[in-house]
Each structure stands twice: as structure tokens, then as C-alpha cells.
């Protein structure tokens, strides 16, 4: 069965200090794979996405996530996390494939302490 | 531009009664998505359209119907609400399949 699988519902990091968020897929096809943002009554804006290619991708915000086939992970990182980066993120998994949508993980809510 | 607009941002809704929530975009996507979203539970597909005439059921469609007469709009319609109901609603956009989705802002409906 496809799904997405973010094992860690809260972190939190202190402000300074380095931060990643993991995920895990299963899909069948080759995934496309994403990374979204939605801070607290906010719509999820796009961080970064992997088609092919560079395994290690950079986003908007300071953030980069590497895919890692053989793990089946697709994990977030940023090196220096900001009191404003505290939001939940959404790892999401897809194909370019007509008929097929977005499956989405549940989510990982991040707090930044100071 | 717009981009995605979702309307309206709240609705108390009763029992039994019926609704619409209606999502527009002007980036000329051709898919679109209804989501919706519960606390701890993610995002889950309600249905889904490729292009205008064409719709398809996601994961979760039982009480809800949608239609695409145009590239632009994607309407979800619920009948006979249930508390069930009570959730965040999503419509994205997207200009293919394996592009990154457009988002809205969400509609937050409560059915009591």
C-alpha cells in the first residue's frame, strides 16, 4: 500500500540549534517526493520537491532534504532553526501520473524554544 | 495573482443542512484536489479532477459530491451534514499530476 510515514508527531529544537525532520514512503511507482509548511491557520506552502536527479535538494527558508532510495526516506533539514520556522510540516509523496494525487503523512509539529 | 481562493473561511453548519464550498484559481491548473484535514490525522483526499468534466473519488467521498464546468472553479458540495463533517477543508491546484500543489487557505466548517 502507498503512504507516507513522518514517525516523530512533535520536536522541539532549541532556536540556534540544528533541526531534521524524518520520512518515510512506500510507493510503487518512482515517487516524486515533497516537503510542505503550514504555520497555525495558514493554508501548506510548498518547501521544496525531488523529481530526479541531485538526491540532496534545496527549498525556500534555509531548508535542504535529502532522498535516500535504498531507505525509502526522503528526511528535512535545516542547520540553523529560527524561532519563526515553529509550524507543522508535511512530508508527501506522488507520481506524474494522471489519476494519482498526493498522499500525505500526518505530520510533525516543531517547536522552537529559546 | 490570486492564486487559490477558498470561501468561505468559516461555516457553522446544523445537522442535516447542506453546503457549498467553493475554490477558484487563475494559474490555468488543471488539476484540482479537495482535502481535508483533522488534527493528528494529515491531510486526506476527497476527490479530485484532472481537467473540467472530469472528477474522481479519493480516498475519503462518502457525503460529498463535486463538479468541474470550468478550469477554474472546483466546488465541493456536502449534503445532509454530519458532525463527521467537522473538519479544515483544503482545495489545491496543481498544472500536472507530479507538480507541487497550490494550496489555499482553508475553510474551517463545524456541523453541531
Known amino acids: 500500500a502507498q503512504s507516507v510515514t513522518q514517525p516523530d508527531i512533535h520536536i522541539t529544537v532549541s532556536e540556534g540549534a540544528s533541526l531534521e525532520l524524518r520520512c518515510n514512503y512506500s510507493?510503487?511507482?518512482?515517487?516524486?517526493l515533497f516537503w510542505y509548511v503550514q504555520s497555525p491557520g495558514q493554508g501548506l506552502q510548498l518547501l521544496l520537491k525531488?523529481?530526479?536527479?541531485?538526491?540532496l535538494v534545496q527549498g525556500i527558508k534555509g531548508f535542504e532534504a535529502e532522498f535516500k532510495r535504498s531507505q525509502s526516506s526522503f528526511n528535512l533539514r535545516k542547520p540553523s532553526v529560527h524561532w519563526s520556522d515553529a509550524a507543522e510540516y508535511f512530508c508527501?509523496?506522488?507520481?506524474?501520473?494522471?489519476?494519482?494525487?498526493?498522499?500525505f503523512g500526518k505530520g510533525t509539529t516543531l517547536s522552537v524554544s529559546s | 495573482n490570486a492564486g487559490v481562493t477558498q470561501t468561505p473561511k468559516f461555516r457553522i453548519l446544523k445537522i442535516g443542512q447542506s453546503m457549498t464550498l467553493q475554490c477558484a484559481q487563475d494559474?490555468?491548473?488543471?488539476?484540482m484536489y479537495w482535502y481535508r484535514q483533522d488534527p493528528g490525522m494529515g491531510l486526506k483526499l476527497i476527490y479530485y479532477?484532472?481537467?473540467?468534466?472530469?472528477?474522481d473519488k479519493g480516498e475519503v467521498p462518502n457525503g460529498y459530491n463535486v463538479s468541474r464546468s470550468t478550469t477554474e472553479d472546483f466546488p465541493l458540495r456536502l449534503e445532509l451534514a454530519a458532525p463527521s463533517q467537522t473538519s479544515v477543508y483544503f482545495c489545491?491546484?496543481?498544472?500536472?499530476?507530479?507538480?507541487?500543489?497550490?494550496f489555499g487557505s482553508g475553510t474551517r466548517l463545524t456541523v453541531v
Open positions: 489545491a491546484s496543481s498544472y500536472t499530476g507530479g507538480d507541487g500543489y497550490t
Open positions: 510507493y510503487g511507482a518512482t515517487p516524486y
Open positions: 525531488y523529481f530526479s536527479g541531485d538526491t
Open positions: 508527501a509523496v506522488g507520481a506524474d501520473q494522471a489519476g494519482t494525487a498526493l498522499i
Open positions: 494559474m490555468n491548473h488543471n488539476y
Open positions: 479532477s484532472v481537467g473540467a468534466g472530469i472528477t
